[in-house]
């Protein structure tokens, strides 16, 4: 697995089996994940942080469940947050601007607040 990390140049990020446990355990902890939750990371999953951070690793290792992007539109996301009653919407600065710019957000970012808030009271 590669990443540019902040330096724009291939490097090489070494994974094992105790790296994904450990990482998937602290996203979990963190966020905190459960299993009734639902996670969609714009981020690509190639990087490090796509796979942890809200990625398909903590949410499977917790239980949840992953919606996958093929790519970051923002009406896509936004649809998908919506239908499938997403509790954790993960991305980068540029990605939520990217989202924040898009007709119609403010309602849907709410909608997905109150799916947060209904998990984590019941």
């Not at 992953?66 to 993960?90: D, M, N, Q, R």
């Amino acid at each position: 697995m590669y990443t540019s990390g902040t330096t724009g140049n291939p490097k090489g990020v070494l994974l094992n089996n105790i790296n994904d446990v450990s990482s998937a355990q602290d996203a979990a902890m963190y966020f905190p994940l459960s299993p009734v939750d639902k996670t969609m990371n714009m981020s690509p999953w190639f990087h490090r942080g796509g796979l942890h951070s809200g990625g398909p690793a903590p949410a499977l290792y917790i239980g949840g469940e992953v919606i996958i992007l093929c790519y970051l539109h923002p009406k896509t996301c936004l649809k998908y947050a919506e239908k499938y009653g997403v509790s954790f919407l993960i991305g980068a600065p540029p990605m939520l601007k990217i989202l924040s710019q898009t007709p119609k957000t403010r309602c849907r970012l709410m909608l997905l607040k109150r799916n947060h808030h209904h998990r984590s009271t019941t």
